[in-house]
């Protein structure tokens, strides 16, 4: 099982900035993912980044988020640009054993608590 704690999120303006943290121990993994979660709404996948640095978006954050890893410290970032209110939702950080970048849920073994991240409008 893989330890995953998320920070940095919080209440921003429309067309700001936030940037998420998720810092991992435990046992190896390959990928890391960011996911979210509006209410009312299924988990879906924002963006991963994998071992070799490749990365993965979904069409609706592609532009505007970036997804980085710093493995000296274990901690995956994601900084969000030109924020949107469709972009409000709890932001939830996800390791996979996978060595590609998987955009399912299900194919992310370890979990961390959550994020929330409000745009307003």
């Known amino acids: 099982q893989v330890q995953l704690v998320e920070s940095g999120g919080g209440l921003v303006k429309a067309g700001g900035s936030l940037r998420l943290s998720c810092a991992a121990s435990?046992?190896?993994?390959?990928?890391l993912g960011w996911f979210r979660q509006a209410p009312g709404t299924e988990r879906e996948f924002v963006a991963g980044i994998n071992r070799s640095s490749g990365t993965r978006y979904a069409d609706s954050v592609e532009g505007r988020f970036t997804i980085s890893r710093e493995n000296a410290k274990n901690t995956v970032y994601l900084q969000m640009d030109s924020l949107k209110s469709e972009d409000t939702g709890v932001y939830y950080c996800?390791?996979?054993?996978?060595?590609?970048?998987?955009?399912?849920?299900?194919?992310?073994?370890?979990w961390g608590q959550g994020t929330q991240v409000t745009v307003s409008s």
């Open positions: 996800a390791a996979s054993r996978l060595n590609w970048i998987a955009v399912l849920v299900g194919q992310y073994d370890s």
């Open positions: 435990g046992r190896t993994f390959y990928t």
